[in-house]
């Protein structure tokens, strides 16, 4: 394996990134930055593309970040040498560049240890997602629980199975919980999700109770913890941000409850009782320690994601929090879903990536998806992301049309971001409105 490594990231989101960022710095021995691995990150152009603010707010840097297209990217792996990728997207934009990736190297090459993964909790859309990124050297799985689904899928279809890896999510961490103020929580944080729950009436309902809690423990602090503000937008769509709900909540929020954002793991620091929908902050809670409860008032439902939480010992209702129930979660089920994960959960994928980067050739990615297997199907998702059914780019996708001007370039750079905001707009402010003209 070579003493240096120059690793790339290709993320769709800001919590992506933050996964494929810190998974890199998992599976390459040593420092990454000056003087030891580079970092590369590329961010897919799209929808959920973060913001400068998004990406402080994650705190995980790169030697160099530039945002790309699928084609773009591709191009990029064709001019410089990777010794890994990590593909930190949703399952679509990685079958893309799987079939890019065999359109570049058809044959055995020296071409990058591919790697992919989920960004967190796993309960939807799972043999979908699998299948997607299908064809990787290595398809992470952040718990046993998870592994023995993934090669599960990928041996019911008769896909091979042998790239999935057991690992663990590669944020957690941070200071074991110390209570500091006996058994009664101090700081109360909600983490809200920008997806679950969708309706404007259960959203509202989970600010009024967040708020209900603090006027009832006027000795409490509760925090309502974001992803992001009105207009940015992260790995799930947001058509009903909570900062505006908060503003036509009835009586407002009391003094002892506010909007926060922030680093997770920052936040964290100062926690008592974190209380969730069903996000992956919950893992990240449980790994320290902390009092969590996974929110059943809206019910246990596939669509919410907290039937993951089943046997966990952490559902629990508003109500009982606010007469002072403090869950613990349940050691078996933590075990299981690789929360109590012991230093040396990436000791396999990182030997994985080491004995496939020295091999001197790789043989192509194989998908399981292909023209033969999915013709009706991998056309039409190679060509969202603009390549053709053998994974080519489509001719001018890659890079800006010969000639073009840097003042054209500008130009399009701008409309580009205009047209962005104005798909945000729709989304958050056009869409909501059309839905409750036509009662939809």
Not at 13 to 21: E, I, V, Y
Not at 78 to 101: I, K
Request: positive net charge.
């Amino acid at each position: 394996m070579p003493v240096s490594q120059r690793v790339a990231v290709l993320a769709d989101s800001d919590t992506r990134w933050k996964w494929g960022a810190l998974t890199a710095r998992r599976l390459v021995p040593g420092p990454l930055g000056s003087g030891g691995h580079h970092l590369t990150g590329y961010l897919l152009r799209g929808r959920a593309t973060p913001t400068a603010r998004q990406l402080g707010e994650v705190g995980v840097a790169a030697d160099r970040l530039t945002e790309v297209t699928c084609a773009g990217f591709l191009d990029e792996l064709r001019r410089e040498r990777y010794d890994v990728v990590v593909l930190a997207l949703v399952g679509g934009a990685v079958q893309a560049v799987l079939h890019g990736v065999r359109a570049l190297w058809p044959e055995p090459a020296a071409r990058p240890v591919l790697v992919t993964g989920y960004v967190g909790v796993v309960y939807e859309k799972l043999a979908d997602g699998l299948l997607l990124r299908h064809g990787a050297d290595l398809v992470l799985a952040n718990s046993r629980h998870d592994a023995r689904r993934f090669r599960a899928v990928y041996e019911g279809v008769g896909a091979d199975a042998s790239a999935v890896t057991e690992t663990a999510l590669p944020f957690l961490g941070g200071l074991p919980y110390e209570p500091a103020h006996g058994s009664r929580p101090r700081t109360v944080v909600f983490a809200a999700q920008p997806s679950v729950p969708e309706s404007r009436a259960d959203r509202t309902y989970l600010l009024r109770r967040a708020a209900g809690h603090a006027r009832a423990h006027p000795g409490r602090e509760v925090l309502i913890k974001l992803r992001s503000r009105p207009g940015e937008h992260t790995t799930h769509l947001e058509e009903l941000p909570y900062q505006r709900l908060a503003d036509r909540l009835p009586g407002g929020l009391p003094a002892n409850c506010r909007l926060v954002y922030g680093n997770m793991g920052e936040v964290l620091d100062r926690t008592d009782l974190l209380v969730t929908v069903s996000s992956t902050a919950a893992l990240e809670s449980l790994h320290r320690g902390i009092p969590t409860a996974v929110l059943t008032d809206l019910g246990i439902r596939e669509s919410l994601g907290n039937h993951h939480f089943t046997g966990s010992g952490c559902l629990a209702s508003w109500d009982q929090l606010d007469a002072g129930l403090l869950p613990a979660g349940d050691p078996d089920w933590l075990a299981a879903q690789g929360v109590l994960a012991d230093p040396g959960a990436f000791d396999r994928a990182r030997a994985r990536v080491a004995e496939l980067a020295a091999r001197p050739l790789l043989a192509p990615p194989d998908p399981y998806y292909t023209l033969t297997t999915a013709p009706g199907y991998l056309p039409g998702l190679l060509a969202r992301h603009h390549l053709a059914p053998d994974g080519r780019p489509l001719p001018g996708s890659a890079r800006p049309a010969a000639g073009e001007s840097r003042l054209r370039g500008w130009a399009r750079g701008r409309l580009r971001e205009a047209a962005r905001g104005a798909y945000r707009h729709g989304v958050q402010r056009v869409a909501p409105a059309i839905r409750r003209l036509g009662e939809l």
